[in-house]
Nanobody, 118 residues
Framework: QVQLVESGGGSVQPGESLRLSCATS????????MGWYRQAPGKQRELVAT???????YYVDSVKGRFTISRDNAKNTVYLQMDSLKPEDTAVYFC????????????WGQGTQVTVSS
């Protein structure tokens, strides 16, 4: 069983930055994709960014050029650097780790609140 512990959320003003971290309790093999999702009030959870063990990344269009996902395979940790934050980025952000082949191996963090407001 893999447990995910997120940190780094908070309240900032528009244009400011935050960095989210997600540490896993166990070893994550190269077969796992790590990523971040978010869920705003009244909306469905959406994919924000993912990264493979080889460093291949994906971003949803709304965060391209502002967010950067990175991964430290030695520390089994994934990060999300969020720059130029906008009010529409306000949401609970969830870390996700999933196996690329075995769909049952899909783990979620508890979520961390990000609020962008002036």
């Amino acid at each position: 069983q893999v447990q995910l512990v997120e940190s780094g959320g908070g309240s900032v003003q528009p244009g400011e930055s935050l960095r989210l971290s997600c540490a896993t309790s166990g070893s994550i093999s190269s077969a796992y994709v790590m990523g971040w999702y978010r869920q705003a009030p009244g909306k469905q959870r959406e994919l924000v960014a993912t990264i493979t063990s080889g460093g291949r990344t994906y971003y949803v269009d709304s965060v391209k050029g502002r967010f950067t996902i990175s991964r430290d395979n030695a520390k089994n940790t994934v990060y999300l650097q969020m720059d130029s934050l906008k009010p529409e980025d306000t949401a609970v952000y969830f870390c996700n780790v999933r196996h690329t082949v075995v769909s049952a191996l899909n783990y979620w963090g508890q979520g961390t609140q990000v609020t962008v407001s002036s």
